[in-house]
Nanobody, 118 residues
């Protein structure tokens, strides 16, 4: 059974930076893609970005491109989300997710809260 555990959320001032981590266990991720999603107050969960484990190729939502960076550590089986130039609209619960390439996301973490203050 695949398990995903997020960490690193907290309170940060606008313009600041924060790094989220997602530790993965219980599966083989060479043929997986892993993604970051978020749910802001009053909104549905939305896509932030993803990475293909095999070749490190990435994709980002327009709202975060140029500010957020996704990376991974193969040895630690850990996914990262580096967030820079944070804005109030980035306030949300952030989730990591995983799936075999070609399948919809089926494994989810429990989320970590990010709050951006003025």
């Amino acid at each position: 059974q695949v398990r995903l555990t997020e960490s690193g959320g907290g309170l940060v001032q606008a313009g600041g930076s924060l790094r989220l981590s997602c530790a993965a266990s219980g599966g083989t991720f060479g043929s997986y893609r892993m993604g970051w999603f978020r749910r802001a107050p009053g909104k549905e969960r939305e896509f932030v970005g993803n990475i293909y484990w095999s070749d490190s190729s990435t994709k980002y939502a327009d709202s975060v491109r140029g500010r957020f960076t996704i990376s991974r550590d193969n040895a630690k089986k850990t996914l990262y989300l580096e967030m820079n130039s944070l804005k109030s609209e980035d306030t949300a619960v952030y989730y990591c997710a995983a799936a075999p390439v070609g399948d919809p996301y089926s494994y989810w973490g429990q989320g970590t809260q990010v709050t951006v203050s003025p």
